[in-house]
């Protein structure tokens, strides 16, 4: 089955310990990111790879790395997490972009709840 | 800057109703104008999307309307159903051009019994 699956879909953690969100997906697509979602601010992109060790910023990278070592695995960290970091995240992937034929599939989503 | 902007923020509709949410866009270079779904618990999904060659798309009870002078556009659920309860986003970008795809902030729709 095509998917994107992340680990773990709940998470709390203390101020300052560094964790990591695993992101994979199976259909061989070279465009991964990772979204936050806010109540009232909507899904705001956080980086986005379009392709093997190539990274981005997006709106809001404050706080965060990703790496893209290899095609299929696109895992967020967070050095040192705030309690301004709690949120719900996605990762996402595509073929390439957003384009028309390239449609964003998004995994199931990570709590992460930051004290 | 919220390049895409939604409204309503939330939405009742009684089953069998008509549900219109709207999106009003700046960046007159986008061209590709997607809507995604979200249930409870799930990452949001491709629902429909259009580009601004037509005025109008339909798939089954859902419909986009776009308005390229207005830079506007809208969904539509036709026969709303509870089944249909759940958050949508509108979004633009520029197609296949790698650029991030800039959503809306979401209408919350619940359909009433």
């Known amino acids: 089955e095509a998917q994107v699956t992340q680990n773990p879909r709940y998470l709390i953690t203390v101020t300052g310990k560094k964790l990591t969100v695993t992101c994979s997906q199976n259909m061989n697509h070279e465009y991964m990111s990772w979204y936050r979602q806010d109540p009232g601010l909507g899904l705001r992109q956080i980086y986005y790879?379009?392709?093997?060790?190539?990274?981005d910023k997006g709106d809001v990278p404050e706080g965060y790395k990703v790496s893209r070592k290899e095609k299929r695995n696109f895992p967020l960290i967070l050095e040192s997490p705030s309690p301004n970091q709690t949120s719900l995240y996605f990762c996402?992937?595509?073929?390439f972009g957003q384009g028309a034929n390239s449609p964003l599939h998004f995994g199931n989503g990570t709590r992460l709840t930051v004290t | 800057q919220q390049q895409v902007k939604q409204s309503p923020q939330s939405l009742i509709v009684q089953k069998g109703g008509i549900s219109i949410i709207n999106c009003a866009y700046e960046?007159?270079?986008?061209?590709?104008f997607p809507w995604y779904q979200q249930f409870p618990g799930k990452g949001p999904a491709l629902l429909i999307a259009i580009r601004p060659d037509v005025s109008e798309k339909k798939e089954g009870r859902f419909t986009i309307s776009f308005n390229k002078s207005a830079k506007q556009f809208s969904l539509h659920i036709m026969d709303s159903q509870p089944g249909d309860s759940a958050t949508y986003f509108c979004?633009?970008?520029?197609?296949?051009?790698?650029?991030?795809?800039?959503f809306g902030k979401g209408t919350s729709l619940l359909v009433t019994p």
């Open positions: 996402a992937s595509s073929f």
């Open positions: 960046n007159t270079a986008f061209d590709y």
């Open positions: 790879s379009m392709n093997v060790e190539v990274t």
């Open positions: 979004a633009a970008s520029i197609a296949n051009s790698g650029y991030a795809l800039n």
